[in-house]
Every structure is written in C-alpha cells, then in structure tokens.
C-alpha cells in the first residue's frame, strides 16, 4: 500500500511510501483522498500526522506522469480536501518537501520538521509553477516578498530559515521526528498551536511594485516563460479571490506542463540522472581515492586542486619549478578563500584544507598519488614529457589523467607503459565551479580506470559525459561547428554584433564572438593551425578571425578582439578596423554581403550543432543523444529550457 493510515486514537498516522522520493504518483492522491474521508468519518480520531517513509517526504508530483492523461483526483482537489478536514493535520517533513510534496505540507494546517530537512517549490525549473495551491497558500504563509523569491528561484530553503519563515512551526531532533508531530498533533486538537501568519495582501504591493518586479524577473529569465508565470501567479494570489487565484494558478500550470519548454526541461531533468548510468560499470568497483596530483598550476589546474580538496580529496600540485609552484598555490588558496568568504567553507575547513594541499616542483613527490591529472599547455609534445615523468615517478596503479580539450588520448596512452590506466579528464573552466567533466574513454582504458573516473565526478559533485576520442570530443567538437556557421555568416553579411544579439536572445549565456573575446581569440587560433596540414583544401575556410589574431588582437586581455574594450571594461564597442577586415574578407571571396533575420541565424546556429551531435551518435563518440544535450548545457551555455541541441533540434533517445 502506497498510503497507510493507522488510528491510534486520538491520532491517525497517515503514512506515504512509495519509493524512491514518494512522489505523489496516482495511488498516492488516491490513498490521500481516502486518508482524509477515513479521518473525517472516525470520530475517535481528533488530529492526523502526515509522515513519509524512506529518504525523505514527498519530493512533488511525478514527474514521469506529466505527459500522460491526468486521472483523478489531481492534487489541487486531495489538497484541498486535507486543508478542509475538520481534525488538524500536521506534516512531519525529513528529506525534501519539493513542489507538490511542499504543496501538500502547506495544505496540512501544522508543519514539523527535522533539522536538516529542506523545503522548496523547485517547479519552474521544470518550465512549471506550482500547481496546486503554492502560489496561493505560501504567501499567505511567509509573506510576499520571501514566497516570490521561492517560488520565482525555485531555490528551496533548510528547516532552520523554514522556521524563521514560519513555514514550519518548529524543529524536532534529527531522529525523533515522528514522537515530535505525534506530540506536536495532540497539542493541535483543542488548537493551543496557533502560527503567526502576516498580513494578507500586503498594501505595499500595489500594480508599479508588481511591474517592477515581473520585470526584472522576466530580464533574469532570458526567455523562459517559468518564472514570469511564476511571479504572475502570486500576483493573481494577491489581488483574486481565494478560489479564483486558485482557478488561475491551474490554468498557468496546465499550459505550462503542456508547452515545448517544460517538455524541455523534464527532458533536462532525467538526462541528468542518467548520464552517469553506464551499464558495463554497473559491476565494477572503482578504486578509492585517498590522494591526487595536478600538473600544472594556471587557470585550469588550480581549479581542478580546489575542486578535489573541497570534495576532500588531499592534492599535490607539481609545476615545472618552485615560483610556479608557489604561485600555482597562490591560485589554490585565492580559489579556497573565495569559498571561505561566501560562507561556504568554515574558517577551520579553509585551515584544512589549505594543509591537505602541497605544491612542489619535484615529480618523486607524486609517489603515493592514487590519481593525477595533467593540466599543462595544450601542446602534445608537453603533454607527453609529462607523462614519461609520470610514469617514471608515480605509482604503477596510479590512474593517469590529461585534461586536454581536444587532443587524441589514444595517442597519449599509447606511449605509457599501463596504457589500460589512462584516461581524459576534461574539466572546464573554472573548474571549481562547472558541474561539467567529459571522461574521455581511449581505445585501452580499463573498466575500473573509467568507473574510478564516475566515482570521482560523483565525490566532486559533477555530471560526468562519456566520450569517445576524436578532436574536440562532444562540447568542443560541436562548438568548432557552431562556430564555422558563424564564420560563414559573417563572411556572408551578419555583423559580430548581430550574431552575438540574435544568441543571447536564443537564451545562450553569451553570444559566440564575445565569448571569444572573453575566453582569448589565440586558443582557436592554436587550434585552427594545429588542424591547418589536414584540412580538406576543399572545405570553405573563413580567415576574418585569423587576421584579427594576426594584428594581436586576442580579445578582451589586449583589449581588442572582435570588439574594442575600453581600459578597464569587458563591455566591447563594435569596432570600425573589424568591418574593414570583414569586407575586405567579403570581397576577396567575391561575395556581396546580404541581410540575415535573427530567426535564421539562430536556426542556422541550431541546425549546426544538431548535424554535428548526429554525427557524434553515429561514429559512436557519445552514448546518447540527451548525453551531447547535458554536454551544450552544463559547458556550453545552452539554454536548458531549450533542451539541449539535439532535443531542440528533434533528435530524441529511443
Ligand atoms: C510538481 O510537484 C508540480 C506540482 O506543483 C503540481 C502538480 C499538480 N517524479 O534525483 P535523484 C526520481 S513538479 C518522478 O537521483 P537525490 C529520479 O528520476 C515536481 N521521479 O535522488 C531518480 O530516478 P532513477 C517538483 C522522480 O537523492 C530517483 O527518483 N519536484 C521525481 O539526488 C532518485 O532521484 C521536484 O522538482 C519526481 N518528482 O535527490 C523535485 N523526483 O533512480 C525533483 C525524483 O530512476 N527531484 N525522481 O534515476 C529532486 O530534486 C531530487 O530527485 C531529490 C532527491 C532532491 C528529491
């Protein structure tokens, strides 16, 4: 039985279970709705605990249903029916009250909690607002201005700032949360247990504070419809009757579930949970990792240290000697310390870390290393002295890692001894903060060197990617084609400018040429030499941005690139020397340039990625097509409520 209710007068415990995150599936409503006529209709019973068995309380509806024909009752109706029982009910949440698990607690008219439990209405991440009564009851509850935080970040809240909300009534201990709500229902029966609720609507919201705030959500949003819903909803809580708020809220919700963007990301949602499911490692046990070595301090490899001592991994770092080293640390502590600032680690944590952390310039120091990653210029040559080192210092059944972003790591374990322990780690930038990591299979890595690599994302908190070995794996391999189209574009008439606009409106983090600016025009351009010997003499090849490169124009760090940058801002003006380069461009190619709608440059765009995604599937570089989507999204900046490139572009897995 998913729901149970066992009377213990004057209690009745209504239990829900049904794993793995009690999600309120048909039976769960079903049994909820009999719950409640079985409390009403037992006079013994004056009050009701409502509690989940397993991890946590109801995590909200499920998901999996959505697209399915709703059967009754839907959960507004159970709901509401709990909100109008005449016996007290009282929610004892652990784990996570999410979306409509949150919903329901709201509906009971108490709420407990343990400690560590968390709360939330998390649905416009699933291109959703609440939908059964949390736009209407949370304000009511918490007041405007925090439920339209809530509801509009999705970001749930720990039981302790619950509390201070009044969105819970009190805490009860980490283990006695049941004995707790029992205590916590009978005090409810003569209604000694009263919340302290604010005043409802709040005066101060009147129709130019409405505008203002929708309208900075709908700025923050980029494109997704979520949110501004969202905000919309609780503005209808404010000024509509209770039942009309209610109606309306319904109808937001229906035309939401039933639209292309929450379809996207209840796509977004399971991709993410099953890029790390590889059945061929299913069985094998990865090796444990008690101690790592980076190579290589910059950017890259300082990242990668900070983001494997917060995962509690203890690191050394070995740079070529001992002031890169010490500044490879610099790089370290300023990462950690950030951390440390924000409140995210605490002034004892940072000492510890700070002490699980060497830099050294001598390779013999890597000698008990379980793992290490090399994270030095992108050159194979580098890449390969390192290794030699490596396998000349570290121990025979250390993992050997390269974070290279498009070398071929065949050809770099085909020169170590234990090839079967070689394996690309490819992190991205800042690495302590991107939840991407591409784990690059080579054609000799060992099942136990892969699922060491799963393991250690997971410990770091990041969705790992298998890859296959090819130039630029999934992300980079795309982005090169993204690019291309863009080149072309440009040669063929668009601006920098309006290439850039027309991403950014797509919902793309930033637009192609000011991420160039950002990242540094001289990678790409190190890269398009490196591939220039094997490039089809035949393929159309555009050299605006070499000749930007080739006046040093790199970007934002010479403070010039595809646009101009006045000292000390990252804002580009368009630059007049760069319509000069593109029309001379333009004419040596003999092409008379034309207009381009945004539309076609954003479905050019698309169409690029997807071509070169299905080219990916077919050689058998990525597992699946909702892997290349976690890929653009994570890494890339693809907006997530399109999907992904090849969801978007209607390529789907079986
Ligand atoms: C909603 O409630 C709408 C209402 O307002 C209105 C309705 C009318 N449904 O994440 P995990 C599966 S919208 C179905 O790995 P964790 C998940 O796919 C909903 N399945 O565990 C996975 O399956 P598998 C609002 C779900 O411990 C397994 O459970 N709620 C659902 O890292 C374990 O999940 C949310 O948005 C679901 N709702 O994290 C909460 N949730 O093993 C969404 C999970 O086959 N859920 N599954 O891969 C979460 O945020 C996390 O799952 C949670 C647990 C924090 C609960």
Redo the contacts with the bound molecule.
């Keep these: 039985m998913t729901v149970t209710v066992s009377v213990e007068a004057p209690l009745a415990i209504v239990q829900v279970d049904n794993p ?2 009690n ?1 309120l599936s048909h039976a769960v409503r079903e049994g909820l709705m009999n719950a409640v006529r079985e409390i009403e209709s037992n006079d013994a019973v004056k009050a009701a605990v409502l509690l989940c068995k397993g ?2 309380f109801i ?6 249903e959505f697209g399915q024909p709703p059967k009754e009752p ?3 109706d159970v709901i509401n029916a709990i909100e109008a029982c005449s016996k007290p009910w009282t929610a004892a949440i652990h784990g ?1 009250a ?3 698990g949150c ?1 329901v607690a709201l509906g009971c008219h108490h709420r407990v909690a343990v400690p560590d439990a968390r709360l939330g209405l ?2 416009v ?2 291109g ?1 607002i ?3 009564g ?1 736009t209407v009851r949370l304000p009511r509850v918490i007041g405007v201005d925090a439920a339209l935080d809530m509801i509009t970040s999705g970001k749930p809240v720990g039981a302790q700032k619950a509390l201070e909300m009044g969105l819970v009534d009190a805490l009860s201990g980490n283990d006695d949360l049941e004995a707790f709500a029992r205590n916590h229902a009978r005090q409810t029966i003569d209604s000694s247990v009263a919340s302290d609720r604010p005043a409802f609507p709040p005066a101060e919201w009147n129709d130019e504070k409405w505008e203002e705030a929708i309208g900075a959500i709908r700025k923050k949003a980029r494109g997704q419809q979520s949110p501004v819903e969202a905000a919309l909803a609780v503005r209808d809580a404010c000024t509509l009757s209770l039942e009309d708020a209610q109606r309306a809220e319904r109808e937001r ?1 229906v035309k939401l579930r039933d639209g292309d963007q929450s379809k996207a990301l209840r796509h977004v949602f ?1 991709a993410e ?1 099953q890029t790390a499911k590889i059945d061929e490692l299913k069985d094998i046990a990865p090796l444990e990792i008690k101690a790592a070595g980076i190579i290589g301090g910059g950017t890259m490899g300082a990242g990668i240290a900070a983001s494997m001592l917060l995962a509690g991994i203890p690191v050394t770092m070995v740079e070529r000697d001992d002031e890169a080293a010490d500044a490879g640390k610099g790089r370290v502590f300023k990462t950690l310390e950030a951390s440390h600032k924000r409140g995210l680690i605490s002034d004892e944590k940072l000492e510890n870390l700070k002490e699980a952390f060497t830099a050294s310039s001598d390779y013999a120091s890597l000698a008990d290393a379980d793992l290490v990653v090399e994270a030095v210029f992108e050159d194979m040559a580098v890449k390969k002295q390192v290794f030699d080192a490596l396998e000349k210092h570290c121990r025979a059944d250390a993992i050997l890692a390269t974070n290279t972003s498009y070398l071929d790591v065949n050809e770099i374990a085909a020169t170590a001894e234990k090839p079967e322990r070689v394996i690309g780690l490819h992190f991205f930038s800042p690495a302590h903060i991107m939840k991407l990591l591409e784990i690059i299979r080579t054609d000799t890595v060992s099942a136990e060197t892969l699922a060491t690599g799963f393991a250690l994302a997971k410990r770091m908190r990041k969705i790992p990617v298998l890859a296959g070995v090819c130039d630029g794996f999934i992300g980079n391999r795309i982005l090169a084609s993204y690019r291309k189209q863009c080149d072309y574009m440009l040669e063929d008439g668009a601006s920098p400018a309006e290439i850039d606009s027309a991403m950014r409106n797509f919902g793309m983090a930033m637009g192609p040429f000011e991420m160039q600016d950002m990242a540094g025009l001289d990678i790409g351009w190190a890269n398009r030499k490196r591939l220039a010997p094997n490039r089809d003499p035949n393929e159309r090849y555009v050299k605006i941005a070499d000749r930007l490169c080739e006046l040093g124009r790199f970007g934002q760090k010479t403070g010039k690139g595809w646009y101009l940058y006045e000292e000390g801002s990252r804002k580009g003006k368009p630059d007049p020397d760069v319509a000069a380069i593109i029309d001379e461009e333009r004419a040596k190619a003999g092409i008379s340039p034309r207009s381009f709608t945004e539309e076609e440059i954003q479905n050019r765009i698309l169409q690029a990625m997807t071509t070169e995604g299905k080219n990916i599937l077919a050689e058998g570089i990525a597992r699946t097509a909702a892997d290349i989507d976690m890929v653009m999204i994570l890494g890339y900046g693809f907006p997530r409520w399109r999907g992904g490139p090849m969801f978007a572009g209607g390529v789907k897995d079986q």
């Excluded at 995590?59 to 999996?64: C, M, T």
């Design positions: 793995p995150v999600a991890r946590t995590a909200g509806a499920d998901i999996r839907h959960l507004p996570t999410l979306g409509g919903e998390p649905e991440n699933l959703l609440p939908g059964a949390g919700f399971f949970r």
